[in-house]
């Protein structure tokens, strides 16, 4: 089948400009003749990711995400490369060319999202019919409202094996399609497809488009597990979506309320809470911070008071920050969760929990009574203790004036002097500041030495010709012109390493066809490939551009390209071998002769 045309794609990102749409999900700022800002697809405290204006292209330098305002939108929406096509058509105002591309995997995504609408649909039919009275009875007796239940398009799986494939069937969709959607799976024998839900009130998941990309279930027996989620599909992935925040992105609120379960949104969406989202039975992902950032600059963490919720407010703590977020944490009275304490507070549900959130403390606050709790004040030994792990967390904080806040509040707690403990601050900050450089170090030398070069595993043993390989490249997308002096001089076998040949005989083909060179960079390589291939185009913003350095990597892709490989070595004769050592011997010497 054909691909999109260089001419549509082209119209495409001339009408989608990178920088506009991606204002739309982040901010940025001008950073020279970069926008710049803190990076969408990782949580992150200092701005790395920069659009290149001049040539509609995105770098990220903290997770090396890159590529174009395809790329873009395929990883904010998480599209596929037909799907984020469409999208900017869409939003451009342009017809899509006639459907002679091959689009399998789009329709299938496509089917998958349909197939979860009409479930969605036969759930909630099945739990306002006789079938589904034990689940209705479950979520009123919860203190749900019918309109909150049909708000959330609540249902009902019945306590039958067969009953959603068989009316999916109905519908029209195919075995293939359901199990694709993870809503029904192939028996032992093989014979049939069974439900993967049933005899459970059945909680839809819902992205920031509309669509229905999962189902969460709460089982009405005994049986484990109680809760069951959509395994991963292609439209769904549980480590990078959240609960209810379709609902959540259009509070009108700069904080979001991270909450433990399903029945914990609903309960503060009835009460008036609409910024609460969920996890979908994992604990919280930097992907998930990273989304959450997007759309807040604050989140109250709302888990419960056990030891399992302690600890995962421990490590979302820790996520969040690093993401860049602010953090507080609710604590709610007697160790209830949010969904017991509004429903005990009845129609005062509202205010009692926004007075719970009035009085919520930062993360710090909280860490610190935390740690406190555990320590006997009155003990020398447990006193000190307390005080040499407070200063630990004290030297996480970046802002000095908060720094100082705390370390009076610990002054005044403890007895001990001020002076004393930022002494003890100051030192613990210095440890952290050379061990910070140690590891940049030790990130330096593995981005030196190409060991994490997953795209060009060739190029951790080829260092010197792949840098130079790398430079012609860059040299080239920014230097069309130059095509025929190159070639007259470099041809792709001389390159050492296949990808960089791949892309010298991808780019050269471009320029003799009048085409530009980056165009379609997102229609003929990965992701990852994509991320490589800016990163080498950025290479060019700090080398030389003259005619001498040009010559300089062409002499030495040259040279490495000259030298005998291994298996030259291995296959040789002992006269062949005399000789390969003879020529490499006069290569070396021969500089000096001069």
């Known amino acids: 089948m054909a691909r999109l045309s260089d001419d549509f794609i082209r119209e495409i990102k001339y009408r989608n400009d990178l920088g506009e749409l991606a204002g739309a999900y982040m901010q940025l700022k001008r950073g020279g003749r970069d926008l710049v800002g803190l990076c969408p697809f990782h949580g992150e405290k200092t701005p790395s990711f920069h659009i290149r204006t001049e040539n509609g292209l995105f770098h990220c330098f903290g997770c090396g995400a890159g590529g174009d305002v395809i790329t873009f939108v395929m990883k904010i929406e998480n599209l596929d490369y037909m799907e984020a096509v469409k999208f900017l058509a869409q939003r451009a105002g342009m017809s899509m060319p006639e459907d002679d591309y091959d689009d399998s995997l789009s329709k299938m995504r496509t089917r998958i999202y349909e197939a979860n609408r009409e479930a969605a649909r036969f759930y909630y039919q099945k739990l306002i019919s006789k079938e589904g009275a034990q689940g209705l009875s479950y979520l009123r007796n919860r203190g749900l409202a019918d309109r909150t239940i049909r708000h959330f398009g609540l249902g009902f799986a019945p306590d039958e094996r067969f009953a959603l494939g068989d009316h999916l069937r109905s519908r029209g969709f195919t075995e293939n399609e359901m199990i694709a959607a993870n809503l029904v799976f192939k028996s032992r024998s093989g014979n049939s497809v069974l439900d993967r839900f049933y005899n459970r009130v059945m909680f839809p998941i819902i992205d920031v488009r509309g669509n229905v990309i999962a189902f969460g279930g709460r089982i009405m027996s005994d049986q484990k597990p109680k809760y069951l989620n959509t395994s991963d599909t292609l439209v769904f992935n549980k480590s990078n979506n959240l609960f209810s925040l379709n609902n959540a992105k259009n509070s009108k609120s700069d904080s979001l309320i991270l909450c433990e379960g399903y029945m914990d949104v609903i309960s503060l969406n009835q009460a008036g809470f609409t910024n609460a989202v969920a996890t979908l039975g994992t604990a919280l992902t930097p992907d998930q911070a990273a989304l959450m950032k997007r759309y807040c600059k604050e989140v109250l963490i709302c888990y419960d008071a056990d030891e399992a919720g302690q600890k995962a407010t421990a490590r979302a703590i820790d996520i969040l920050r690093k993401a860049g977020l602010i953090v507080r944490v609710i604590t709610i009275p007697d160790g209830k969760d949010p969904d017991e304490f509004i429903r005990r507070h009845g129609d005062q549900g509202h205010a009692a929990f926004q007075n719970i959130i009035n009085g919520s403390g ?7 009574s935390k740690l406190k709790a555990r320590y006997d004040m009155n003990a020398t030994q447990d006193k000190l203790n307390y005080l040499n792990e407070a200063v630990n967390l004290l030297c996480e904080l970046d802002n000095p004036m908060e720094r100082e806040i705390y370390a009076s509040k610990l002054s005044d707690e403890t007895g001990v002097s001020v002076s004393s403990i930022k002494e003890q601050v100051d030192n613990g900050l210095k440890r952290r500041r050379r061990a910070y450089r140690k590891n940049e170090f030790s990130q330096a030398q593995r981005s030196l030495s190409a060991r994490d070069d997953r795209v ?17 490249i860059a040299y080239l997308i920014n230097h069309p012109d130059r095509l025929t ?25 471009r320029i003799l066809n009048n085409l530009d060179p980056l165009t379609a960079l997102s229609r003929d390589f990965t992701s990852e490939e994509q991320s490589k291939i800016v990163e080498i185009a950025d290479k060019y913003k700090n080398m030389p551009h003259t005619r001498e350095a040009l010559d300089e990597f062409i002499g030495v892709i040259l040279d490495e ?20 050592f003879s020529n490499l011997k006069s290569k070396k010497t021969k500089p000096n002769d001069q």
């Open 362 to 368: 930062n993360d710090m606050d909280y860490r610190m």
């Open 456 to 472: 060009n595993p060739q190029h951790a043993s080829n260092l010197r010709a792949t840098n130079a390989e790398e430079s012609l």
């Open 485 to 509: 002096y190159i070639h007259e001089r470099v041809k792709p076998e001389d390159f050492t390493t296949d990808f960089s040949r791949k892309l010298y005989e991808y780019f050269s083909e």
């Open 561 to 580: 390209s000259s030298k005998p490989t291994e298996q030259d070595i291995r296959n040789s004769s002992a006269e062949e071998f005399t000789d390969l």
